[in-house]
């Protein structure tokens, strides 16, 4: 695909998340070709599956906790990890974050972040590389949204996160409650009961919770 911006903006919609109306994305809607593509037509295109595409409930979550609690990020340097549609990041520069950064190894995310983030008048900087395992990054805080739906990445991405809680660095997590999401060091911050389509997630509505990542000083 020579120009993802140009696939994202041909297969997505203008919309605003159900609880974060605030904010304008390009997503995947009912009527549009990529929500009902199959993994052989997505390979057609050369592309992974688009969860770019979708605004999922534990970014929702998460998202709606920082525009209620803009504290969290005001004035911090910000990591919004496997970002996906960009949500929580534009979010964190809305709410006066000194510094947002956008982790992404999906290109077609890459220009859906770029897309959204200048929709919303959001300046987010993006970046591709594999940050996993790496502690010299200089972040105050870390959002994750629905990053638990793997058990590798979830065992990997979580280990990660606790290293960086133990030094010192504020990690927040939204999660629907999916099966991978570790069962320890986590301390609940909010939770949110998120309407879905019943194509995505089995139901209309999804409780999902907002965490933060104690340090093993706090335990």
Sequence with gaps: MSDPQAFVRAQTRIARPSLVPELKLHLATEI????????????????PPPYWAFC??????????????????KG??????????GISGIAAARMKAAHVTA??????????????????????????EDLVGRRDL???????????????M?????????????????????????AYLPRHHLVEMARYMVPTSVELED?????TLVWRISSGAES
């Design 32 to 47: 549009s070709q990529i929500w009902r593509a199959t993994q052989t037509e997505l390979d057609n295109y050369g592309m």
């Design 56 to 73: 999922w409930p534990g970014g929702q979550a998460l998202t709606r906790f920082l525009i209620d609690h803009p504290h969290w990020v």
């Design 76 to 85: 911090k340097r910000v990591l919004d990890f496997a970002s996906g549609s």
């Design 103 to 128: 982790a992404e190894i999906d290109e077609f995310a890459v220009a859906a972040i770029a897309l959204n983030a200048r929709l919303n008048k959001a300046k987010v900087e993006i970046v591709t």
């Design 138 to 152: 200089g972040f105050d805080i870390v959002l994750a949204g629905d990053v638990c739906y793997e058990r590798p």
């Design 154 to 178: 979830a065992e990997r991405v979580f280990a990660w996160f606790q290293a960086l809680a133990d030094a010192g660095v504020t990690i927040l997590m939204g999660d629907p409650g999916r």
């Design 203 to 207: 139901k209309d509505m999804r409780l």
